[in-house]
Structure formats: structure tokens, C-alpha cells
């Protein structure tokens, strides 16, 4: 059974760093890409970053040169890094996998199969 299980998430001031963590479990990397995605409040739930299997990268315009999307295969574990944060990346964070990725206009997206529950940032003024 594929379990994604994330971790990390809190409340910080604006400006403020946060790492969030997903550990991963059931299945094995090879092929699959993996994403961060976010939903604030009274908002549709959007890509954030994106992992493919050549290592290759992309983020949100919203998030480019701020946060970093990485993963440690022996702790079959999935990062975000998030610098410089503001209120806007308020919102509960999910982090996703599956083998439907695509690539369009200079970025990935994935089209997941299996979510995890989500964790919670909250970013203050």
C-alpha cells in the first residue's frame, strides 16, 4: 500500500524559512514523478514544484527562486524548502506522486495518483 506522509509544516513569520518533509512508502521511485502542490482558503489546489526521474525540475512562477523541491532516495523521503516566506504561501501543502507527467510551455506537471494528507503553513505578517 503506497503511503506519502508528510511533515514540517507550522506557523512562521513572514520572511521566515520552513522545510517540509514527505516520506514515501509501498512502492519504489523508479518512473514515477513527484510534486509539492498547496490549497489556501476559497482557492483551487495548484502545482508548486515539480521532481521528475531525470532529476530535472520546475516550480510555480509564484514560488521560483524561493523554494526547492529535492529527495533523498535512502530515506525514500521528498523535500520543499521554502526561504522567504510571505503570507500569500499560506495554505495546507500536499506532497504527490504518480507516472502521469507531462511536459508543456517550459514546466512538468503531474497528474498524481497518490496524495498525502497534507500539512498546514501559515505564514504571518
Known amino acids: 500500500q503506497v503511503q506519502l506522509v508528510e511533515s514540517g509544516g507550522g506557523s512562521v513569520q513572514s520572511g521566515g524559512s520552513l522545510r517540509l518533509s514527505c516520506v514515501l512508502s509501498?512502492?519504489?521511485?523508479?518512473?514515477?514523478?513527484m510534486a509539492w502542490f498547496r490549497q489556501a482558503p476559497g482557492k483551487e489546489r495548484e502545482g508548486v514544484a515539480t521532481?521528475?526521474?531525470?532529476?530535472?525540475?520546475s516550480y510555480a512562477d509564484s514560488v521560483k527562486g524561493r523554494f526547492t523541491i529535492s529527495q533523498d532516495n535512502a530515506k525514500n523521503t521528498l523535500y520543499l524548502q521554502m526561504n522567504s516566506l510571505s503570507p500569500e504561501d499560506t495554505a495546507m501543502y500536499y506532497c504527490?506522486?504518480?507516472?502521469?507527467?507531462?511536459?508543456?510551455?517550459?514546466?512538468?506537471?503531474?497528474?498524481?495518483?497518490?496524495w498525502g494528507q497534507g500539512t498546514q503553513v501559515t505564514v504571518s505578517e
Open positions: 521532481l521528475v526521474p531525470n532529476g530535472s525540475t
Open positions: 509501498g512502492y519504489t521511485y523508479s518512473g514515477y514523478c
Open positions: 504527490a506522486t504518480g507516472l502521469h507527467c507531462s511536459y508543456s510551455g517550459g514546466a512538468y506537471y503531474l497528474r498524481p495518483t497518490y
